[in-house]
Each structure stands twice: as structure tokens, then as C-alpha cells.
């Protein structure tokens, strides 16, 4: 198949003039202090594949090492740099918008499992209630968060928080504190992460 279009990774702040690669094997497309970080690719349905998902992963996450990075969904391809160039003009404000809210600021997510029950006559757990008390008490100290979809109701709930670079330890240090406090619940934490779940690009 030829390569005709633009596979892009996500859009990210850029340095002073800084328009090089952001990440290996990769371009950007500069609009002022924007730049798509992109990659020559086939004009098609990108398959989701373990390969595919792990290098999508990869070019995000070393961008996020040292800039702020609106991740694009997974498989966005454009048809041309023109097309691009245009789409980040048209979306410019509400890009810049969101690089405000997330510049500085990480993505923990916690994911909250029943305690494998020993014995007969075990409590039932209420996960769901358990991690709406949850993400209320550790909202208070986050920038945003969100519950995550894919989460299990039964068997596993994930929670996404917005926390300051800085402040990273002081808030796992807050969900551990929670995870002692909860009985019958382990609670996962994991990242930080580029913030994947808080800015969602308007592709229509």
C-alpha cells in the first residue's frame, strides 16, 4: 500500500524555536508553538495490533518526557500535511486550551480489585460505592479526574487523576493513605502517564 498520508501521535508545545523531531522516526508539523508529531503512513484504518499499539505508546511517551503532549486517539491518520496544517488552525484555541489545563501535570491511574475472599462468610464488596467515595476524597487534591470506561464494575473500577509533576509523590503518598483506610479493596497505581484520558481532540 503507498505511502500516501500522515499517521499523528499527538500535538505538543513546542521550545523556542524548536521544530525538529520530537520523537525517533518522526516529523512535526508546525503551526506557531504547536507541533503534530507524525509519521508517513498509509491513507487508511490503522488495525489495532499489540505492534501497533506499543509503538503508538512509545512516540507518546518519549515526547512527554520533555513536552507537553495532547495525545491523539489511537489510528489518526490524515490524508496530507495541507489537510493537518488546516485542522490545527481550525482547532488552535481549544488546542491551546488544553495545553493550559495539562502543561506541568501528569496522569495517575488507580485501579481498585476486591480482595480474593478467604473462607466462607466473606463481606460482599460494593465496589462501585467504594470508588465513588474514593474519587471523591482524592479529587479534592487533583486537577480533574475521570472514572475510566473500561472498568469492570464487578471486578476492577479504574480511576484517572490529573496531578501536578511536582506534586507527584505527595499524591500517591494520598492514595496509599486511602488504600490503608479501605477494607476489602486493593488499590493499583500506576504512571505517571502523558495525560491520555483529560484532553479528547475534536476529529469529526
Not at 503534530?36 to 495490533?49: F, G, H, K, L
Not at 509533576?165 to 500506576?190: M, N
Request: hydrophobic share 45%; net charge negative; aromatic share 8%.
Amino acid at each position: 500500500m503507498a505511502v500516501t498520508g500522515l499517521k499523528m501521535f499527538g500535538v505538543a508545545a513546542l521550545g523556542e524555536r524548536e521544530d525538529g523531531p520530537l520523537a525517533p522516526q518522526t516529523a512535526s508539523v508546525v503551526v506557531r508553538e504547536l507541533g503534530a508529531v507524525v509519521r508517513a503512513a498509509p491513507y487508511a484504518r490503522v488495525e489495532m495490533s499489540d505492534i501497533e499499539l506499543d509503538d503508538y505508546q512509545q512516540v507518546v511517551e518519549s515526547v512527554f518526557e520533555r513536552h507537553t503532549i495532547i495525545p491523539a486517539p489511537f489510528g489518526t491518520v490524515f490524508r496530507s500535511r495541507d489537510q493537518l496544517t488546516r485542522w490545527i488552525e481550525l482547532h488552535y484555541a481549544a488546542l491551546s486550551d488544553g495545553m493550559h489545563l495539562i502543561d506541568g501535570r501528569c496522569e495517575m491511574r488507580v485501579h481498585l480489585r476486591p480482595t480474593v475472599a478467604k473462607g466462607a462468610g466473606a463481606k460482599e464488596i460494593n465496589l462501585a460505592l467504594i470508588a465513588a467515595d474514593t474519587f471523591r476524597v482524592l479529587r479534592t487534591s487533583a486537577t480533574a479526574g475521570v472514572h475510566l470506561r473500561n472498568s469492570e464494575v464487578h471486578t476492577t473500577h479504574g480511576i484517572a487523576f490529573l496531578v501536578d509533576r511536582s506534586h507527584w509523590q505527595d499524591f500517591s503518598a494520598l492514595v496509599l493513605t486511602q488504600s490503608k483506610q479501605t477494607e476489602g479493596v486493593d488499590f493499583e497505581r500506576s504512571g505517571p502517564w502523558p495525560p491520555y484520558d483529560f484532553v479528547h481532540m475534536d476529529l469529526g
